[in-house]
């Protein structure tokens, strides 16, 4: 009979579907209504439901008969394993194109689809605090910039700082504010935004405890890099890291980043890189909260060891590997794959977008999705149109070129430059006192002369005493364009000197913007003595060479990377070298004033993963965890009885070699010292 459906086969059921509320037109299809999904009547009829939908709370009854949240109704998915090939751009062209501008606000809408809470109304209204502080720092400017999906609302926004309401989006605070603060915005309607917690300075750069030794206020010294330590564990080291005479520890990159904790990725859960692909500047990174870090940096700073951060700034996550729903691969078998996470604690999460392998509009645009990271907040405008990087001796592509197919930021535009200013402001606020960018050579070298005088101006016009960073810029066949040709208009030698002086950077300043480029130790002089001695950081092991596969550096038979070489005799000479005589140092005493010593771990059964247990597929329940996952278990970094050298699978701890320090030691002008002197095991 008409409106029955037959018990046998694989959607059969024996009721009649013509106008069930529970069983409407096929089994199982439900027509009832449901206020969370917008629906205020259903009512099935002829085998259709006939919905009409909640249009106070902002839901649209669209062609397909469901009720959609938003202004517009979805648009069918592109056919067949189609994809969308948006803002690609070929030839000279590198500027995401204007008409863009209207593919932001990607966000899901409070009530609607995907929706959730950590999101807040970022749909609405997005925003960040920048710190501008006087010049003694003592005081500061705490400035809120919104931008909002309706403009008009601009003028109705009440700013709170730590609770107190105005109208006026900025706020002045001294050395008598002795917290973290606290920023919320509401608008109309009412929409809200609660902002990053904010430090500030003079609370965070706490005295550090005197030490003996030629540090020279901080302008001297060796640096730990502790590659995949948590920040708790860095928290523990701190204290041995002090006594042995190091200047610092350098974190791994702090900033909210993308992870995967639902399917392995490649083959992996987690794997390492996945730190160098930012969802915001949000200081909530794999390796701990902001609370977390703000604690081990006050820590290591009571045993006198400052803490360097690693700043990743040119780009942010790769392509495909963001937080949309709907992904697909037409190169691989038309595979399908959902959101990415982030290393927020859960229910901090940050939205975030860009536009690879995509075959759906946004719900909210209409429009193909497209770059924009809400939480920083960047918009489509603000990154490079999508370019190979397929020239390593072309400045447009070295620039502008998707490396790895990672999202490129227009550093180019100023507010993207401020805005970068401002994330390294709040970095030097939480308690760093310098920093590594990531990946340097990709950023113009004026681009970045011009975020470093951003930077100086929010510091109060002056840069910290005991403060410098390091620019990676890795070499290769591309040296004469990046250092010795200095009218190459692409040069990190004496032309980007020249720009910091036009933009009023002195000797001294200058002194404290260092190079990091990868000619030690085999072609020292690779650099054509373009950079001055005092401004170059050399290192023997990186963490970069520490992959299977290629090198991104070649070291010859001048240096060793330890997970590779397994020769720990052959490792230790070359770190011991880094302090005695390094290649291509003529007054060992003052060139190159700081040298980096890295701390590693080794590969696990063919993983990727670090061994702080979020890289173990045992925690993950997708069935490719249990086929197709290499494991990665949890180790504690920390381990107070090591000598340094641990074998694997284990972190390295090379920065604990008795004769790796005492070298660094006498480099410093520090006596031997016993182990109890240096905090190592009496066995040591």
Known sequence: APGWRGVTGQNSCDFNVWTRPRLCGACHKECLPDARRGILTAKCQNGHCHRTCDTMRGFLLCPDGKCHYGTKCPVEPLPGCEIYHENQCQGDVIITASKYKDNRWQTPKRGGEHYQGSFQDMSEMVGH?????????????????????????????????????????????????????????????????????????????????????????????????????????????????????????????????????????????????????????????????????????????????????????????????????????????????????????????????????????????????????????????????????????????????????????????????????????????????????????????????????????????????????????????????????????????????????????SGEEIGKLKIWDSGYPKEPFADCHANSPHRKVIQNDDHDQQSPGPQSRDMGNQGSVLIKDKNVDKHRSFEMKLFSNPNGVADNDNDNPIRCVLSSFYWEEGSLGIPDGQSDCSTCHHPACRTDCRTTHFKPAHNPHSCGYDSEPDYTRVHRDRQIVQAMRKWMHLSTGDNVDLGLPGHC
């Open 129 to 505: 605090v920048q710190l501008i502080y006087a010049s003694d720092r003592r005081s500061a400017i705490a400035r809120v910039h919104i931008i909002t999906c309706d403009p008009s609302i601009q003028s109705n926004l009440v700013y709170y700082f730590d609770g107190l309401p105005q109208r006026e989006p900025s706020k002045r605070f001294d050395v008598g504010f002795t917290k973290s603060l606290r920023v919320h915005v509401e608008g109309p309607g009412p929409i809200g935004l609660s902002l990053p917690e904010v430090d500030f300075m003079w609370n965070t750069h706490t005295p550090l405890k005197s030490r003996p030794g030629d540090y020279r206020n901080g302008q001297k010294g060796a640096i730990v890099e502790l590659f995949g330590w948590p920040h708790t564990e860095v928290a523990k080291e701190c204290g041995v890291i002090g006594k042995m005479g190091y200047l610092g520890v350098k974190l791994f990159p702090a900033q909210e980043q993308i992870m995967q904790h639902n399917a392995p990725f490649q083959h992996n859960l987690n794997p390492w890189f996945f730190m160098y692909q930012p969802v915001s500047y949000n200081l909530n990174g794999r390796m701990g909260t902001r609370d977390q870090l703000r604690k081990t940096i006050a820590i290591c700073r009571s045993h006198g060891v400052r803490v360097y951060a690693d700043a990743v700034i040119n780009h942010m996550s790769a392509s495909g590997n963001d937080g949309d729903w709907y992904h697909r691969n037409p190169g691989a078998g038309c595979s399908h794959w959902g959101e990415k996470n982030t290393s927020a604690p859960r229910g901090q999460e940050s939205p975030f977008f860009n536009q690879g392998f995509k075959y759906r509009v946004n719900g909210n645009t209409g429009k193909a999705p497209l770059q924009e990271y809400p939480a920083v907040p960047y918009g489509p405008l603000d990154f490079h149109c999508e370019r190979t990087l397929s020239s390593w001796t072309s400045p447009l592509d070295l620039n502008a070129g998707w490396l790895v197919g990672l999202t490129d930021l227009n550093t180019e535009r100023e507010n993207v430059q401020q805005r970068i200013a401002d994330y390294l402001t709040d970095l030097l606020s939480v308690g760093f006192s310098g920093f590594r960018i990531d990946a340097a050579k990709h950023i113009h070298p004026h681009s970045l002369v011009a975020i470093f005088a951003r930077l100086k101006r929010n510091l109060g016009g002056n840069l910290p005493e005991d403060f410098f960073l390091w620019m990676e810029v890795l070499l290769g066949g591309e040296a004469q364009m990046l250092m010795c040709n200095e009218f190459s208009g692409y040069n990190y030698g004496r032309d980007m000197v020249k720009e910091m002086r036009r933009l009023g950077f």
